[in-house]
Protein backbone atom coordinates (compact mmCIF):
# COMPACT_ATOMS: atom_id res chain seq x y z
CA UNK A 1 0.00 0.00 0.00
CA UNK A 2 2.16 2.77 -1.66
CA UNK A 3 0.44 6.81 -0.94
CA UNK A 4 1.87 10.33 -0.32
CA UNK A 5 1.77 12.05 2.96
CA UNK A 6 1.33 15.79 3.50
CA UNK A 7 5.11 15.33 3.99
CA UNK A 8 5.76 14.60 0.33
CA UNK A 9 3.88 18.30 -0.09
CA UNK A 10 7.34 20.05 0.28
CA UNK A 11 5.81 23.81 0.03
CA UNK A 12 2.10 24.40 1.20
CA UNK A 13 2.71 28.34 1.33
CA UNK A 14 -0.23 30.01 -0.43
CA UNK A 15 -1.58 26.68 -1.98
CA UNK A 16 -5.24 26.38 -2.69
CA UNK A 17 -5.61 23.43 -0.52
CA UNK A 18 -8.90 21.18 -0.60
CA UNK A 19 -8.61 18.64 2.25
CA UNK A 20 -11.66 16.04 2.83
CA UNK A 21 -12.40 15.58 6.37
CA UNK A 22 -15.03 13.54 7.98
CA UNK A 23 -17.12 16.04 10.32
CA UNK A 24 -20.43 13.98 10.15
CA UNK A 25 -21.15 15.12 13.84
CA UNK A 26 -23.68 13.95 15.88
CA UNK A 27 -25.42 17.04 16.23
CA UNK A 28 -28.54 18.01 19.04
CA UNK A 29 -30.14 20.79 17.30
CA UNK A 30 -27.37 23.39 16.12
CA UNK A 31 -24.89 22.17 18.64
CA UNK A 32 -22.34 19.38 18.03
CA UNK A 33 -22.65 16.83 20.63
CA UNK A 34 -19.51 14.81 20.25
CA UNK A 35 -16.39 16.27 19.22
CA UNK A 36 -14.06 13.69 18.39
CA UNK A 37 -14.39 13.57 14.83
CA UNK A 38 -13.25 17.26 14.98
CA UNK A 39 -10.72 16.75 16.88
CA UNK A 40 -9.28 14.02 14.83
CA UNK A 41 -8.69 15.81 11.95
CA UNK A 42 -6.82 18.90 13.79
CA UNK A 43 -3.63 18.14 13.52
CA UNK A 44 -3.80 17.96 9.77
CA UNK A 45 -6.10 21.16 8.67
CA UNK A 46 -3.86 23.04 11.72
CA UNK A 47 -0.50 21.93 10.04
CA UNK A 48 -1.90 22.84 6.49
CA UNK A 49 -2.54 26.26 8.06
CA UNK A 50 0.54 26.87 9.85
CA UNK A 51 2.33 25.95 6.89
CA UNK A 52 0.52 28.71 5.03
CA UNK A 53 -1.91 26.66 2.81
CA UNK A 54 -4.98 27.88 2.15
CA UNK A 55 -7.11 25.08 3.51
CA UNK A 56 -10.69 24.40 2.10
CA UNK A 57 -12.59 21.61 3.99
CA UNK A 58 -14.46 19.39 1.74
CA UNK A 59 -16.95 17.28 3.85
CA UNK A 60 -20.55 15.40 3.77
CA UNK A 61 -22.98 15.43 6.20
CA UNK A 62 -26.17 12.63 6.72
CA UNK A 63 -27.62 11.70 3.75
CA UNK A 64 -29.60 14.26 1.99
CA UNK A 65 -29.47 12.38 -1.43
CA UNK A 66 -28.71 15.17 -3.85
CA UNK A 67 -31.11 17.23 -2.19
CA UNK A 68 -30.15 20.73 -0.49
CA UNK A 69 -31.79 20.15 2.94
CA UNK A 70 -31.55 22.96 5.53
CA UNK A 71 -31.49 20.70 8.04
CA UNK A 72 -28.34 19.02 6.68
CA UNK A 73 -26.23 22.21 6.34
CA UNK A 74 -22.97 21.86 7.85
CA UNK A 75 -22.94 25.64 8.89
CA UNK A 76 -24.22 24.69 12.57
CA UNK A 77 -20.57 22.73 12.51
CA UNK A 78 -18.52 26.22 12.17
CA UNK A 79 -18.60 27.45 15.96
CA UNK A 80 -17.30 23.67 16.97
CA UNK A 81 -14.52 23.89 14.21
CA UNK A 82 -13.16 27.09 15.47
CA UNK A 83 -13.06 25.94 18.99
CA UNK A 84 -11.09 23.26 18.49
CA UNK A 85 -8.91 24.78 15.80
CA UNK A 86 -8.21 27.38 17.64
CA UNK A 87 -8.88 29.13 14.55
CA UNK A 88 -11.74 31.10 12.73
CA UNK A 89 -13.10 29.25 10.30
CA UNK A 90 -15.51 30.59 7.68
CA UNK A 91 -18.04 29.33 5.19
CA UNK A 92 -19.14 28.98 1.79
CA UNK A 93 -23.33 27.97 1.17
CA UNK A 94 -22.38 25.68 -1.67
CA UNK A 95 -19.17 23.37 -2.45
CA UNK A 96 -19.19 24.22 -6.00
CA UNK A 97 -19.81 27.25 -8.31
CA UNK A 98 -19.29 30.98 -8.08
CA UNK A 99 -19.82 31.18 -4.08
CA UNK A 100 -17.39 28.18 -3.77
CA UNK A 101 -14.92 30.56 -6.12
CA UNK A 102 -15.02 33.95 -4.83
CA UNK A 103 -14.87 32.74 -1.09
CA UNK A 104 -11.95 31.10 -2.00
CA UNK A 105 -10.60 34.10 -4.09
CA UNK A 106 -10.62 35.88 -0.89
CA UNK A 107 -8.99 33.63 1.05
CA UNK A 108 -5.12 34.34 2.65
CA UNK A 109 -2.19 32.13 3.60
CA UNK A 110 -3.25 29.88 6.39
CA UNK A 111 -7.04 30.69 6.24
CA UNK A 112 -9.58 27.63 6.62
CA UNK A 113 -12.83 27.63 4.72
CA UNK A 114 -15.66 24.96 5.06
CA UNK A 115 -17.68 24.45 2.12
CA UNK A 116 -21.09 23.45 2.61
CA UNK A 117 -22.43 19.84 2.07
CA UNK A 118 -20.78 18.10 -0.84
CA UNK A 119 -24.13 15.80 -0.73
CA UNK A 120 -26.66 18.13 -1.71
CA UNK A 121 -25.36 17.89 -5.17
CA UNK A 122 -26.11 14.49 -6.85
CA UNK A 123 -22.92 14.07 -8.80
CA UNK A 124 -21.11 13.24 -5.78
CA UNK A 125 -22.12 10.38 -5.12
CA UNK A 126 -22.50 8.72 -8.47
CA UNK A 127 -18.75 9.89 -8.78
CA UNK A 128 -19.63 11.91 -11.85
CA UNK A 129 -16.41 12.82 -13.92
CA UNK A 130 -17.03 16.82 -14.62
CA UNK A 131 -18.44 17.42 -11.30
CA UNK A 132 -14.66 16.04 -9.43
CA UNK A 133 -12.96 17.89 -12.56
CA UNK A 134 -14.94 20.71 -11.18
CA UNK A 135 -14.54 20.29 -7.49
CA UNK A 136 -10.72 19.73 -8.56
CA UNK A 137 -10.44 23.07 -10.37
CA UNK A 138 -10.90 24.95 -6.64
CA UNK A 139 -7.78 23.91 -5.45
CA UNK A 140 -4.13 23.41 -6.58
CA UNK A 141 -3.38 19.86 -4.43
CA UNK A 142 -5.60 17.26 -2.29
CA UNK A 143 -5.32 15.98 0.75
CA UNK A 144 -7.84 13.12 1.86
CA UNK A 145 -7.80 12.83 5.88
CA UNK A 146 -11.72 11.29 5.64
CA UNK A 147 -10.59 7.10 6.06
CA UNK A 148 -14.41 6.38 7.04
CA UNK A 149 -15.20 7.96 3.55
CA UNK A 150 -12.07 5.77 2.10
CA UNK A 151 -14.69 2.75 0.81
CA UNK A 152 -16.85 5.01 -0.96
CA UNK A 153 -16.09 6.25 -4.64
CA UNK A 154 -17.56 9.96 -4.47
CA UNK A 155 -16.69 12.80 -6.34
CA UNK A 156 -15.27 14.37 -3.37
CA UNK A 157 -12.92 11.25 -2.36
CA UNK A 158 -11.94 9.52 -5.74
CA UNK A 159 -13.04 11.65 -8.74
CA UNK A 160 -10.98 15.03 -7.56
CA UNK A 161 -8.01 12.79 -6.95
CA UNK A 162 -7.56 11.93 -10.52
CA UNK A 163 -6.80 15.78 -11.05
CA UNK A 164 -4.73 16.70 -8.47
CA UNK A 165 -1.25 16.12 -7.09
CA UNK A 166 -3.02 14.10 -3.60
CA UNK A 167 -1.74 13.09 -0.08
CA UNK A 168 -3.09 11.48 2.73
CA UNK A 169 -3.55 13.40 5.62
CA UNK A 170 -2.32 12.82 9.28
CA UNK A 171 -5.74 10.80 10.47
CA UNK A 172 -5.37 8.61 7.30
CA UNK A 173 -2.06 8.22 7.28
CA UNK A 174 -2.47 7.00 10.95
CA UNK A 175 -5.19 4.85 10.28
CA UNK A 176 -3.29 3.19 7.14
CA UNK A 177 -0.29 2.57 9.04
CA UNK A 178 -2.02 0.85 11.86
CA UNK A 179 -3.66 -1.59 9.45
CA UNK A 180 -0.53 -2.55 7.40
CA UNK A 181 0.85 -3.23 10.70
CA UNK A 182 -2.61 -4.94 11.49
CA UNK A 183 -3.04 -7.37 8.33
CA UNK A 184 -0.61 -6.20 5.81
CA UNK A 185 2.54 -7.18 6.98
CA UNK A 186 1.60 -8.49 10.51
CA UNK A 187 3.96 -9.94 13.15
CA UNK A 188 3.06 -13.76 13.50
CA UNK A 189 1.00 -15.18 15.24
CA UNK A 190 -2.32 -12.96 14.31
CA UNK A 191 -5.26 -13.14 16.30
CA UNK A 192 -8.26 -12.41 15.22
CA UNK A 193 -11.69 -11.76 17.14
CA UNK A 194 -14.73 -11.25 15.16
CA UNK A 195 -17.88 -11.09 17.30
CA UNK A 196 -21.14 -9.61 17.53
CA UNK A 197 -24.42 -10.06 16.57
CA UNK A 198 -24.89 -12.11 13.14
CA UNK A 199 -22.79 -13.81 10.48
CA UNK A 200 -24.95 -12.14 7.96
CA UNK A 201 -23.58 -8.88 8.11
CA UNK A 202 -19.70 -10.55 8.17
CA UNK A 203 -19.69 -13.16 5.81
CA UNK A 204 -16.90 -11.74 3.83
CA UNK A 205 -14.54 -10.66 6.98
CA UNK A 206 -14.77 -14.10 8.29
CA UNK A 207 -13.96 -15.71 4.72
CA UNK A 208 -11.04 -13.27 4.43
CA UNK A 209 -9.45 -13.87 8.15
CA UNK A 210 -10.10 -17.57 7.70
CA UNK A 211 -6.99 -17.41 5.03
CA UNK A 212 -5.02 -15.20 6.29
CA UNK A 213 -4.53 -15.31 10.59
CA UNK A 214 -3.38 -18.05 12.50
CA UNK A 215 -6.23 -18.25 15.13
CA UNK A 216 -9.60 -17.07 14.23
CA UNK A 217 -12.18 -16.74 17.54
CA UNK A 218 -15.73 -15.84 17.14
CA UNK A 219 -17.96 -14.89 19.88
CA UNK A 220 -20.87 -13.01 20.23
CA UNK A 221 -24.53 -14.47 18.54
CA UNK A 222 -22.55 -15.13 15.77
CA UNK A 223 -20.92 -17.96 17.33
CA UNK A 224 -24.64 -19.82 18.17
CA UNK A 225 -24.69 -20.17 13.97
CA UNK A 226 -21.58 -21.80 14.08
CA UNK A 227 -22.13 -24.13 16.89
CA UNK A 228 -25.89 -25.09 15.79
CA UNK A 229 -24.26 -25.93 12.09
CA UNK A 230 -21.95 -28.47 14.16
CA UNK A 231 -24.98 -30.12 15.72
CA UNK A 232 -25.14 -28.43 19.09
CA UNK A 233 -28.87 -27.42 20.26
CA UNK A 234 -28.86 -23.83 20.89
CA UNK A 235 -31.70 -22.98 23.20
CA UNK A 236 -33.56 -19.65 22.06
CA UNK A 237 -30.61 -18.04 21.11
CA UNK A 238 -29.93 -15.31 18.62
CA UNK A 239 -29.33 -18.09 15.59
CA UNK A 240 -28.85 -18.21 11.75
CA UNK A 241 -29.97 -21.47 10.89
CA UNK A 242 -30.34 -20.79 7.09
CA UNK A 243 -26.61 -19.94 7.41
CA UNK A 244 -25.51 -23.56 8.36
CA UNK A 245 -23.72 -24.16 5.14
CA UNK A 246 -22.32 -21.26 4.77
CA UNK A 247 -20.61 -21.57 8.62
CA UNK A 248 -19.68 -25.22 7.55
CA UNK A 249 -17.82 -23.50 3.98
CA UNK A 250 -16.04 -21.23 6.68
CA UNK A 251 -14.62 -23.94 8.91
CA UNK A 252 -13.78 -25.62 5.84
CA UNK A 253 -11.59 -23.14 4.51
CA UNK A 254 -9.76 -22.32 7.64
CA UNK A 255 -9.07 -25.75 8.20
CA UNK A 256 -7.42 -25.80 4.17
CA UNK A 257 -5.38 -22.63 5.55
CA UNK A 258 -4.26 -24.12 8.45
CA UNK A 259 -6.38 -21.22 10.82
CA UNK A 260 -7.41 -22.48 13.85
CA UNK A 261 -11.03 -21.94 14.58
CA UNK A 262 -11.51 -20.98 18.17
CA UNK A 263 -15.54 -21.30 18.78
CA UNK A 264 -16.82 -21.26 22.72
CA UNK A 265 -16.74 -24.21 24.76
CA UNK A 266 -18.61 -22.94 27.78
CA UNK A 267 -21.15 -20.15 27.58
CA UNK A 268 -23.37 -18.14 29.74
CA UNK A 269 -27.24 -18.58 29.20
CA UNK A 270 -29.74 -16.57 30.51
CA UNK A 271 -33.61 -16.48 30.41
CA UNK A 272 -34.16 -13.28 28.60
CA UNK A 273 -31.84 -10.31 26.90
CA UNK A 274 -32.24 -8.26 29.73
CA UNK A 275 -29.50 -6.76 32.54
CA UNK A 276 -29.24 -9.88 35.43
CA UNK A 277 -31.47 -11.88 33.53
CA UNK A 278 -31.38 -15.11 35.83
CA UNK A 279 -28.33 -16.95 34.07
CA UNK A 280 -25.78 -19.80 34.29
CA UNK A 281 -22.38 -21.14 33.00
CA UNK A 282 -23.02 -24.04 31.02
CA UNK A 283 -20.71 -26.44 28.44
CA UNK A 284 -21.57 -25.59 25.33
CA UNK A 285 -23.27 -29.22 24.85
CA UNK A 286 -25.77 -28.76 27.67
CA UNK A 287 -27.78 -25.37 27.08
CA UNK A 288 -31.16 -25.46 28.01
CA UNK A 289 -34.04 -25.69 25.51
CA UNK A 290 -35.63 -22.56 27.00
CA UNK A 291 -32.87 -20.66 27.51
CA UNK A 292 -30.58 -18.09 25.15
CA UNK A 293 -26.64 -17.60 25.31
CA UNK A 294 -25.39 -14.15 26.06
CA UNK A 295 -21.92 -14.26 26.69
CA UNK A 296 -18.73 -16.84 26.45
CA UNK A 297 -17.87 -18.67 29.49
CA UNK A 298 -14.95 -18.54 31.88
CA UNK A 299 -13.53 -21.66 30.66
CA UNK A 300 -13.45 -20.22 27.13
CA UNK A 301 -11.97 -16.56 28.07
CA UNK A 302 -9.02 -18.49 29.58
CA UNK A 303 -8.72 -20.56 25.90
CA UNK A 304 -8.70 -16.66 23.97
CA UNK A 305 -6.84 -15.06 27.03
CA UNK A 306 -3.97 -17.51 26.02
CA UNK A 307 -4.31 -17.22 22.02
CA UNK A 308 -4.06 -13.21 22.88
CA UNK A 309 -0.76 -13.89 25.49
CA UNK A 310 1.12 -15.71 22.64
CA UNK A 311 0.24 -13.85 19.87
CA UNK A 312 2.28 -10.97 18.25
CA UNK A 313 -0.66 -8.78 16.33
CA UNK A 314 -4.41 -8.68 17.41
CA UNK A 315 -7.44 -7.72 14.74
CA UNK A 316 -10.85 -7.32 16.70
CA UNK A 317 -14.24 -6.13 15.76
CA UNK A 318 -17.67 -6.89 17.70
CA UNK A 319 -17.93 -8.32 21.02
CA UNK A 320 -18.42 -11.50 22.32
CA UNK A 321 -20.76 -11.14 23.88
CA UNK A 322 -24.39 -8.88 24.93
CA UNK A 323 -21.63 -6.73 26.11
CA UNK A 324 -24.54 -3.57 26.77
CA UNK A 325 -25.74 -5.87 29.71
CA UNK A 326 -24.48 -6.87 33.03
CA UNK A 327 -23.06 -9.10 33.66
CA UNK A 328 -22.95 -10.19 30.33
CA UNK A 329 -20.07 -7.97 29.16
CA UNK A 330 -17.48 -10.17 31.11
CA UNK A 331 -16.07 -12.12 27.94
CA UNK A 332 -15.87 -8.74 26.20
CA UNK A 333 -14.04 -7.11 29.29
CA UNK A 334 -11.88 -9.66 30.33
CA UNK A 335 -10.35 -10.40 26.42
CA UNK A 336 -9.77 -6.68 26.02
CA UNK A 337 -7.97 -6.06 29.15
CA UNK A 338 -5.20 -8.76 28.26
CA UNK A 339 -5.05 -7.84 24.58
CA UNK A 340 -4.67 -4.10 26.60
CA UNK A 341 -2.11 -5.02 28.70
CA UNK A 342 0.02 -7.12 26.41
CA UNK A 343 0.11 -4.02 24.26
CA UNK A 344 1.42 -1.67 26.78
CA UNK A 345 4.18 -3.95 27.75
CA UNK A 346 4.73 -3.81 23.74
CA UNK A 347 4.18 -7.75 22.77
CA UNK A 348 0.74 -7.18 20.76
CA UNK A 349 0.08 -4.97 18.11
CA UNK A 350 -3.84 -4.84 18.43
CA UNK A 351 -6.28 -2.88 15.98
CA UNK A 352 -9.87 -2.67 16.70
CA UNK A 353 -12.64 -0.88 15.11
CA UNK A 354 -16.03 -1.29 13.15
CA UNK A 355 -19.77 -1.59 14.53
CA UNK A 356 -19.78 -1.83 18.40
CA UNK A 357 -16.43 -2.32 18.53
CA UNK A 358 -14.93 1.00 20.14
CA UNK A 359 -18.09 1.46 22.20
CA UNK A 360 -17.36 -1.96 23.78
CA UNK A 361 -13.55 -1.49 24.34
CA UNK A 362 -14.63 2.23 26.01
CA UNK A 363 -17.26 0.11 28.16
CA UNK A 364 -13.67 -2.13 29.08
CA UNK A 365 -12.04 1.15 29.58
CA UNK A 366 -9.28 -0.02 27.77
CA UNK A 367 -9.91 1.58 24.15
CA UNK A 368 -6.87 4.28 24.77
CA UNK A 369 -4.32 1.58 25.02
CA UNK A 370 -4.88 -0.65 21.73
CA UNK A 371 -2.53 0.58 19.14
CA UNK A 372 -4.81 1.61 17.12
CA UNK A 373 -8.77 1.53 17.77
CA UNK A 374 -10.95 2.54 14.25
CA UNK A 375 -13.98 4.88 14.52
CA UNK A 376 -13.95 4.28 10.77
CA UNK A 377 -16.98 1.67 10.55
CA UNK A 378 -17.61 0.60 7.23
CA UNK A 379 -14.28 1.54 6.03
CA UNK A 380 -12.89 -0.44 8.54
CA UNK A 381 -14.93 -3.74 7.91
CA UNK A 382 -14.11 -2.97 4.51
CA UNK A 383 -10.19 -3.03 4.86
CA UNK A 384 -10.82 -6.42 7.22
CA UNK A 385 -12.37 -8.16 4.72
CA UNK A 386 -9.81 -7.32 2.12
CA UNK A 387 -11.16 -5.04 -0.31
CA UNK A 388 -9.37 -2.41 -1.69
CA UNK A 389 -10.90 0.96 -0.76
CA UNK A 390 -11.14 3.47 -3.76
CA UNK A 391 -10.50 6.67 -1.42
CA UNK A 392 -6.90 5.00 -0.56
CA UNK A 393 -6.33 3.39 -3.95
CA UNK A 394 -7.02 7.05 -5.28
CA UNK A 395 -4.28 8.35 -3.53
CA UNK A 396 -1.85 6.12 -5.40
P1 LIG B 1 -22.21 -5.94 15.69
O1 LIG B 1 -22.77 -4.57 15.46
O2 LIG B 1 -22.50 -6.91 14.61
O3 LIG B 1 -20.76 -5.88 16.06
O4 LIG B 1 -23.00 -6.55 16.94
C1 LIG B 1 -22.95 -5.97 18.21
C2 LIG B 1 -24.13 -6.45 18.97
O5 LIG B 1 -24.10 -7.85 19.11
C3 LIG B 1 -24.20 -5.88 20.37
O6 LIG B 1 -25.33 -5.06 20.48
C4 LIG B 1 -24.32 -7.12 21.26
O7 LIG B 1 -25.27 -6.97 22.29
C5 LIG B 1 -24.78 -8.17 20.29
N1 LIG B 1 -24.48 -9.51 20.78
C6 LIG B 1 -23.29 -10.01 21.10
N2 LIG B 1 -23.41 -11.28 21.54
C7 LIG B 1 -24.71 -11.59 21.52
C8 LIG B 1 -25.46 -12.75 21.83
N3 LIG B 1 -24.86 -13.85 22.29
N4 LIG B 1 -26.79 -12.71 21.65
C9 LIG B 1 -27.37 -11.60 21.19
N5 LIG B 1 -26.73 -10.48 20.85
C10 LIG B 1 -25.41 -10.46 21.02
Given amino acids: MKFKTIDDLKDANNLRTLVRVDINVPMDGDRVTDLTRIERIKPTVMELSRRGAKVILLAHFGRPKGHVVPGMSLKPVVPALSTVFQHPVAFAADCCGEIAINAIASMQCGDILLLENTRFHPCEEKNNPPFGKELAELGDVFVNDAFSAAHRAHASTVGIAQHLPSYAGRTMQAELEALQKGLGNPKHPVVAIVGGAKISTKLDLLGN ?167 AGGAFLEWMEGKALPGVTALN
Fill in 209 to 375: LASRVDQLVIGGGMANTFLAAQGFAVGNSLCEHDLADTARAILAKAAQSDCAIVLPSDVVVAEDFTANSPHKTVPVEDVPAGMMILDAGAQTVATISDFITHARTLVWNGPLGAFEIEPFDRATVAAARVAAERTRSGELVSVAGGGDTVAALNHAGVADEFTYVST
